[in-house]
């Protein structure tokens, strides 16, 4: 009987370890998943984020463009409208030439002095870059809009599609799903 005993004890040891051993494995598996999940949100938000990085740099580019250009049909209206005044100057200072009949020579140097030097600031004005400046009597208007964020959210609540959203507000799906899903994500969707 006391065999029995010692077997009987013997075999509850055995399983006792068994059991522990077979805790601990499933507790160390459980571990390795919470970290393979991790990592696959993390590399989801990473891919996330690198997408919508490389559309906004494509935005920036394309502004970028339309802010150039912009500029550059300022200088030109602003150049065309410095020669019309010159030109228009030049005109009236010619007119002026034949109506006066100058019968001086002394009279006559310095007019033509004076147009040389017209002439001469007025082939300047060209040469120079134009400086786009706000002129002191241009208005200045104030404008809120709603951010991007607050107009896809709203959007998305009254349930268009995250294609439709990003052609209604011209942005990228990535930058429409990313908005969204860190809005669920912080627990206010």
């Known amino acids: 009987m006391l065999e029995v005993n010692s077997l009987t004890s013997m075999l509850f040891m055995v399983s006792f370890l068994l059991h522990i051993i077979a805790l601990s494995a499933i507790y160390m598996l459980f571990k390795e998943l919470q970290k393979l999940k991790s990592t696959t949100y993390i590399e989801e938000i990473d891919e996330l984020m690198t997408t919508y990085l490389e559309e906004l740099r494509e935005e920036n580019a394309r502004l970028e463009d339309r802010i150039v250009k912009s500029e550059q049909i300022k200088a030109v209206q602003k150049a065309l409208k410095n020669d019309q005044k010159h030109s228009e100057d030049d005109n009236n200072e010619k ?5 006066q009949n100058v019968n001086s020579s002394d009279k006559q140097s310095s007019v033509f002095a004076e147009m040389l030097s017209n002439e001469e600031k007025r082939h300047e004005l060209e040469q120079e870059p134009f ?4 002129e002191s009597g241009d208005a200045i208007e104030d404008s809120y809009t709603a951010s991007l964020q607050s107009r896809i959210l709203l959007l998305a609540e009254q349930g268009f599609s995250q294609n439709e959203i990003a052609k209604k507000l011209d942005c990228g799906e990535t930058e429409v799903n990313l908005v969204i899903k860190m809005h669920k994500r912080n627990g206010k969707g």
């Open 95 to 99: 007119e002026e030439l034949e109506n």
């Open 131 to 134: 400086d786009l400046q706000i």
